[in-house]
């Protein structure tokens, strides 16, 4: 089982950029999926969560600008990402509990991180 991201960008503040994040490999089902980030000299934060049924959750710094949705038939979580600010700028990492074939344990599979990176 891996988790892969894609949409590594760079964007003017006050822009968007969509992030994904596939799972792939033996897969039984799909719990939680979420993203975090962790910019420079900084802790990392979760960012957004989204529960199998589509429940999600936000940090508030991101309510009413960062959207997470996810396709449970293609194991594929994204996050849209509206009216960036310069303190967006972070690694931004998906992970998701997953549930492999032939097992009962859900495990956390976290991805290799994006850059997104928010300048004028």
């Known amino acids: 089982v891996q988790v892969v991201e894609s949409g590594v960008g760079s964007v003017q503040p006050r822009g968007s950029l969509r992030l994904s994040c596939a799972a792939s490999?033996?897969?039984?089902?799909?719990?939680?999926m979420s993203w975090d980030r962790q910019a420079p000299g900084k802790q990392r934060e979760l960012v957004a969560t989204?529960?199998?049924?589509?429940?999600?959750n936000y940090v508030d710094s991101v309510k009413g600008r960062f959207t997470t949705s996810r396709d449970n038939a293609k194991y594929t979580v994204y996050l849209q990402m509206n009216s960036l600010k310069p303190e967006d700028t972070a690694v931004y990492y998906c992970?998701?509990?997953?549930?492999?074939?032939?097992?009962?344990?859900?495990?956390?599979?976290w991805g290799q991180g994006t850059q997104v990176t928010v300048s004028s």
């Open positions: 989204i529960t199998s049924g589509g429940t999600t």
């Open positions: 992970s998701a509990v997953i549930q492999s074939s032939g097992s009962y344990l859900y495990l956390n599979y």
């Open positions: 490999g033996s897969i039984s089902s799909i719990s939680r």
